[in-house]
């Protein structure tokens, strides 16, 4: 049944991203904020999707958290569903930073492409950084929050990764608060997994981060800190008791 469910699944996200992604070019045209809303409704289709099909629920804890203004989102990161549903459950539009090749996958990435957000060449390093910081005060001038993975690649349930400062850098640059952001989504969608399991993910959203007063280093550390003992009260049973 997990297989049979896996494959309705998946497809449904081909035969829809098709016609989604002709129709992100047809509406190129339209105003940034009206074309993001729009194309938007794949993401949300793919989570209400998720909960029919696989029967991955979820719940949020902390929507109080969030502002009314600037901030720069900082998320674990586990799996796709995370993001696909901050995309289209935050209540601002999010730019992600993301990898520039990824503009080259058929029809997604086309998509992607028209949603000026992040995209960044990694092979160039410390430029990479500095266009982080440039392009996300831009987009944060837009009214949009940039919205970045510290850990820079999906990691399993029950571990970390080292938690990189691109993300606090740019909101101590910008002067505006970090919105941290853990969840369990890898629970129930594994990374690089064909097979997901039925359950609810948690996205657990923490007290604002403040800037002021804090190095960037020392705020990556308070990030991390609140991210990962987080995911300690989510799922205990995946960390020592020691």
């Known amino acids: ?9 998946q497809v449904f996200l081909v035969v829809t991203v098709i016609p989604y992604a002709i129709v992100c070019v047809l509406w ?13 409704g794949w993401p949300r289709m793919a989570i209400w999707a998720a909960k029919v099909i696989l029967g991955i629920k979820w719940e949020v804890k902390g929507w109080e958290n969030l502002p009314d ?16 549903f901050l995309a289209a459950h935050l209540p601002r539009d999010v730019c992600f930073v993301y990898k ?5 996958i058929p029809f997604f990435g086309w998509g992607l492409a028209l949603l000026r957000m992040i995209p960044i060449d990694r092979a160039k390093g410390r430029d990479a950084v500095d266009q982080v910081i440039r392009v996300g005060q831009q987009r944060l001038e837009e009214g949009r929050w940039p919205l970045l993975f ?14 990189k400062m691109g993300g606090t850098l740019l909101a101590k640059k ?7 952001v853990a969840h369990n989504a890898g629970e129930c969608w594994p ?11 948690t996205v657990s959203i923490g007290p604002l981060i403040h800037v002021e007063g804090r190095s960037a280093a020392v ?3 308070e990030v991390e800190a609140w991210i990962e003992g987080e995911m300690r009260v989510l799922n205990p049973e995946r960390y020592d008791s020691a």
């Not at 049944?1 to 699944?9: D, E, I, K, N, P």
């Not at 910008?174 to 941290?180: L, M, Q, R, S, T």
């Not at 990374?191 to 993910?201: D, H, I, Q």
């Open 191 to 201: 990374r690089r997994a064909f097979l997901k399991k039925p359950g609810t993910v």
């Open 69 to 84: 203004g600037p901030a720069v989102v900082l998320s674990k990161h586990q799996s796709a569903w995370e993001t696909m």
């Open 1 to 9: 049944m997990a297989f049979l469910r896996a494959v309705l699944y």
């Open 150 to 163: 510290p850990e820079g690649t999906r990691v399993a349930p029950g571990t970390a990764g080292r938690y």
């Open 219 to 221: 705020l990556n550390r």
């Open 174 to 180: 910008a002067d505006v608060p970090i919105i941290p």
């Open 100 to 104: 520039r090749e990824l503009h080259r």
């Open 28 to 40: 190129a045209p339209l105003p940034l904020n009206l074309r993001y809303r729009l194309t938007l």
